[in-house]
């Protein structure tokens, strides 16, 4: 059974740091290009920074220079590193395996605000 868990929200004021976790089961996941989307309250879900099975990246115009995603595959987890956050990235996180793309996790609130 394909899960996926993540961890690391809260808040945090503008300029901040968070990291987001996701855990990953049931799948090869090294095999699996990984994404990170988020959904804004009143606003689609939104691609914000994947990560292919090789390692390379891809970022929103929104988030680049800002965020970075990573995975460990040892550990089937990917990451993703948010710095200067802003209130605009309040959302609900979530991440998403390539080959799976209906299997979501709770995904994890983050909050941006003083």
């Known amino acids: 059974q394909v899960q996926l868990v993540e961890s690391g929200g809260g808040l945090v004021p503008p300029g901040g740091s968070l990291r987001l976790s996701c855990a990953a089961s049931?799948?090869?996941?090294?095999?699996?290009?990984m994404k990170w989307y988020r959904q804004a309250p009143g606003k689609d879900r939104e691609l914000v920074a994947d990560?292919?099975?090789?390692?390379?990246?891809n970022y929103a115009d929104s988030v680049k220079g800002r965020f970075t995603i990573s995975r460990d595959n040892a550990k089937n987890t990917v990451y993703l590193q948010m710095n200067s956050l802003k209130p605009e990235d309040t959302a609900v996180y979530y991440c998403?395996?390539?080959?799976?793309?209906?299997?979501w996790g709770q995904g994890t609130l983050v909050t941006v605000s003083l």
């Open positions: 990560i292919n099975s090789d390692g390379r990246t």
């Open positions: 998403n395996a390539h080959w799976y793309p209906g299997v």
């Open positions: 049931g799948f090869m996941f090294r095999a699996n290009n």
